[in-house]
């Protein structure tokens, strides 16, 4: 069985690309009382601000040294989810992550970024570029026909212990999900009907 990680507030980003929709595999793994998903955050508008006032010159931001830098921008993602429970991971939905990948991952280099392909397509281009190791690819059509499976891809790519999820959620159109939390309006919800999830008897070795 794979341990579950502990430690400091866990960051996972999940970006549903055009043509694709994250919203079923959000309310899935909301399932999950260690996950806790979260939707139009605002994260991402802040991140790319204090990312662009590091850079550029003139700033107080722009002197600070490299170390100082990731903390200040770990310390966003801190207080954007400063509710969220010791020991939960939280998985922030936004389709832009992705293109935030080069200056994320070295904030966050135990962090996978969930990415849910649009159906037929073939690739991305962060599948094989230097944090390509962080990125777990989703395809759309996978996870319509074999969503037992590709989740336990993803638990395995997040050393996560198994868990036995309602996986109703995927066969249900967008707009009859219930939305996640959203940072700032306090709603969290799931979906109409769902059996009842519980935690798998043993996490994938």
Do not use: K
Not at 138 to 163: C, K, M, Q
């Amino acid at each position: 069985m794979i341990p579950a990680v502990t430690g400091p507030m866990r960051v996972h980003f999940v970006s549903g690309l055009a043509g694709a929709s994250a919203a079923g595999l959000m309310r899935v793994l909301a399932q999950n009382p260690r996950f806790a998903p979260r939707e139009a955050s605002g994260a991402l508008a802040l991140y790319e601000a204090a990312s662009a006032r590091c850079a550029r010159g003139g700033t107080p931001e722009a002197f600070l040294r490299p170390a100082q830098r990731r903390a200040l921008l770990r310390g966003l993602f801190a207080a954007v989810h400063h509710d969220i429970a010791p020991g939960t991971a939280v998985f922030d939905s936004d389709p832009g992550w992705i293109e935030a990948l080069g200056g994320l991952a070295p904030i966050f280099p135990l962090a996978r970024f969930l990415l849910v392909l649009p159906f037929g397509a073939r690739g991305h281009p962060a599948q094989v570029g230097p944090q390509a190791a962080q990125v777990v690819p989703i395809a759309s059509d996978r996870l319509r026909d074999a969503p037992e499976v590709v989740l336990d891809e993803i638990y395995h790519a997040l050393r996560e212990p198994g868990f036995h999820h309602d996986l109703s959620p995927f066969s249900l159109p967008e707009a009859e999900l219930a939305p996640v939390f959203r940072a700032g309006g306090g709603l969290f919800g799931l979906f109409g009907r769902r059996r009842r999830a519980q935690p798998a008897g043993r996490g994938r070795p």
